[in-house]
């Protein structure tokens, strides 16, 4: 796995590279750096011309990545990322894994770039004045999986394009390498490669065995790059060798993924950049050992170090100077290599996470007992209180609100219980404004339609929720803050006990046992501390922060961000969701009106208005089966949907997720034939039976949660 680097100006972003993992080679075409020769064309169409610049990179190529099966990417910047895209069209394009440039030169026709169909990054400063935006915006049309993404610089001026990658260096590192870790990570078996010792004359290997240095008659020099390289306290100044400058023997450096190298060049007369990365060290080539835990070890060791050094740091609360270091906050930036490195060796957490690898990994290291009963249990039991369409009374502001009404309007209402589950319909439940009930048939897709888990879209790898936020799982900040919410709550799952949950409710008791209620509370603990790890503001509410993130993704708001309430219910959502199957807690999304004191004046009727005006989660926890509201914006964690959807909670649901896709049938579910526009469930093994006839009542449960709300929530 390599990465030909084209551009002599974008070696701050190697160290950020190589400590994810990645081997950089960064080649001095002819007629530049100390690569002799005559200088190439600028222009792209010429690129092919034999002896040219793509013939060149190919030769790079084939030279480091021999065989037809290794995969590389391109990282390139103006001309060399010309060059870089040049390649994707040609005869190696099936071997370039992804692409990332900035401001990359492209004098052909736009159109050809058609061709391309690798994920391709195109970085870009609008007001800069030597690369056109017009021009980014429309090779990004033509190109077929691209991104455009603007980079933030400062206000136009005459010097703006002399240095602007300089500028933009963090944001544009930031993205380089997120962008190459998502679409091509490092292969597991390539990690923890044993190191080898560079010197002038040798290279020593890991066994002590000393090999003569590759053949200097090599045709273009390589460099790798470092920009004030920090691994840590555990790395000394006796690491530091050095290189004799311009030995092509260096390219077998290449070998290594740990290793990182530096170099300077004070002779302006080599045409090399000289800025302040390179006049730092004025003694040649230097190369740094980073000292790691993980040298050498295989793909699951290198899993189980990260997640427990992360656990370290959390304990420590040092995890918060690698976030800083990370996002290149509050003077945190010499840990960002090590930063890099730990979360790229962070496992990804998402909604196809097993329980086993919980374990495996060191993350849970117990696991609550039954757990593999959660998917056969029977979703729409006897008793649950579902949200159906029916006649109801809908008025907030008189008795009887959301109760059977004959001949009023169907809406919404969260009143009816499930009496019967068996048939091809689903009979409900609901309470007559007259005080006795009615018994009603309700369509199992209209069910599923409004109780069913919100069945949120993924696009190119990103779960998609409200205000077009996204979560890319396998993201660094999104990888590392998923394990933050998993080990902050593996004390709790260790005493989860579904397995004696479900052995009770088989015996069909009217009332919670005590490990019915001990299971729930833990279940809503859960909740909480995984709200807890979510460092996100309500910028109403607790007032706008020029410094915090108020991006579309899911992983910086988690980490330092602010939003409204579609984006404090998108964020909780994100991350709770990895975990949700493992906890028993289903997650819907839920827009609705919400009870403001300028609606409660003389002229309201009590009815909820149909435009929603607020956003919240609704769960709904298993076995128990028992529904409530969880509600970031406002800090809470569960209320019980009876008592939220209320003119005393202020909440009605109106609509669910308008970017949602349409609901999936559980998995245990009856799989009936009528059911059409829903995708049918699996057949399932016979499912354990819940409560036959009748459910405890919600005030049972409520006050168990309210004498737990009032002991632990208030932290």
């Known amino acids: 796995q390599r990465r030909v680097h084209g551009g002599r100006d974008m070696g701050f ?55 037809s099966r290794q995969r590389f990417s391109i990282v390139g910047w103006d001309w060399g990322a010309g060059v870089g895209l040049s390649l994707a069209l040609s005869k190696m394009k099936s071997r370039i894994a992804t692409i990332a440039t900035f401001h990359p030169t492209w004098t052909d026709s736009v159109e050809r770039l058609a061709g391309i169909k690798q994920d391709t990054l195109l970085c870009w400063v609008p007001v800069d004045q030597l690369h056109s935006h017009a021009h980014g915006k429309k090779m990004a049309r033509v190109l077929p999986n691209a991104k455009l993404l603007s980079l933030s610089c400062s206000k136009k001026n ?41 010197t002038k004359d040798r290279q020593q290997g890991a066994d002590g065995d000393v090999a003569p240095l590759i053949d200097d008659d090599a045709e273009y020099n390589v460099d790798e790059g470092l920009l004030d390289g920090d691994f840590g306290d555990d790395s000394s100044e006796d690491d530091d060798l050095v290189l004799s400058r311009g030995s092509s023997g260096l390219a077998q450096m290449l070998l290594d993924p740990m290793w990182c190298l530096r170099r300077n060049d004070p002779d302006p007369s080599s045409g090399m950049n000289s800025g302040p990365s390179r006049r730092a060290n004025p003694s040649g080539w230097q190369a740094r050992v980073p000292v790691s835990s993980v040298e050498g070890a295989s793909a699951e060791a290198q899993v189980l170090w990260a997640v427990r050094r992360f656990a370290d740091l959390l304990r420590t609360g040092e995890i918060v100077q690698y976030y800083d270091a990370y996002l290149q906050r509050n003077g945190q930036n010499a840990l960002r290599p090590q930063a890099v490195r730990l979360f790229s060796s962070l496992p990804v957490l998402d909604q ?7 374990k495996k990994w060191g993350i849970w290291p117990a696991l609550p007992r039954g757990a593999e009963l959660l998917p056969s249990f029977p979703r729409y039991a006897a008793g649950r209180l579902v949200a159906v369409r029916a006649p109801v009374q809908f008025s907030m502001l008189q008795n009887g609100f959301g109760c059977y009404q004959a001949g009023a309007q169907p809406e919404v209402t969260h009143m009816a219980s499930v009496v019967d589950a068996d048939g091809p319909s689903c009979t409900v439940e609901i309470p007559s404004i007259d005080g006795g009930f009615e018994r009603l048939p309700v369509s199992w897709l209209e069910v599923f339609e409004l109780n069913q888990p919100t069945n949120f ?55 919670f046992t005590d490990t019915q209620r001990n299971l729930l509370a833990l279940q809503f603990r859960c909740i909480a501390r995984m709200r807890g790890v979510l460092d996100i503001i309500h910028h109403v509410h ?92 406002y800090r809470v964690i569960a209320r019980p949907c009876l008592e939220a959807y209320s003119l005393q909670g202020r909440l009605f649901p109106t609509r669910d997720l308008t970017c949602a896709a349409p609901p999936r049938a559980p998995n245990c579910h009856w799989n009936p034939a009528e059911v059409k526009g829903v995708p049918q469930a699996k057949e399932c093994p016979p499912a354990v039976t819940g409560w036959d006839n009748e459910l405890p009542t919600p005030s049972d449960w409520v006050a168990m949660l309210r004498q737990w709300d009032d002991q632990e929530c208030s932290q």
């Open 13 to 67: 972003c190697f160290a950020e590279l190589a400590a994810a993992g990645y081997r950089v080679v960064a080649p001095d075409f002819p007629g530049f750096g100390q690569t002799p020769g005559r200088r190439h064309t600028s222009r792209t169409e010429q690129f092919g011309a034999p002896g040219g610049p793509l013939e060149v990179l190919m030769d790079v190529v084939s030279h480091f990545c021999p065989e």
């Open 158 to 198: 005459a010097e703006l394009s002399r240095g602007s990658f300089a500028m933009v260096a963090p944001q544009l590192t930031a993205a380089i390498v997120e962008w190459v870790v998502r679409h091509h990570p490092v292969p597991q078996d390539l990690r923890g490669s044993p190191p080898r010792i560079m």
């Open 457 to 511: 879209p993924c696009e190119r790898g990103r779960t998609i929720f409200e205000d077009c936020i996204s979560a890319d799982y396998a993201s660094l900040l999104t990888k590392a803050k998923a394990m933050e919410a998993a080990l902050a709550v593996a004390e709790l799952v260790a005493n989860m006990d579904f397995a004696s949950a479900f052995g009770e409710m088989k015996e069909a008791s009217p009332t």
């Open 352 to 358: 196809s996470t097993k329980l086993e690898n919980m």
């Open 542 to 633: 607790e007032g706008k922060d020029p410094n915090r993130f108020c991006v579309p993704d899911a992983g910086r708001l988690a980490v330092y961000g602010q939003w409204h309430c579609h984006g404090m219910a998108s964020v909780q959502a994100a991350f709770l969701l990895p975990f949700a199957h493992l906890l028993g807690i289903e997650v819907r999304f839920r827009d609705g009106f919400f009870v403001g004191k300028a609606r409660e004046g003389p002229n309201w009727d009590g009815r909820p208005r149909k435009m929603a005006d607020h956003t919240w989660l609704e769960l709904t926890t298993v076995p128990s089966l028992q529904s409530f509201v969880s509600d970031a914006s």
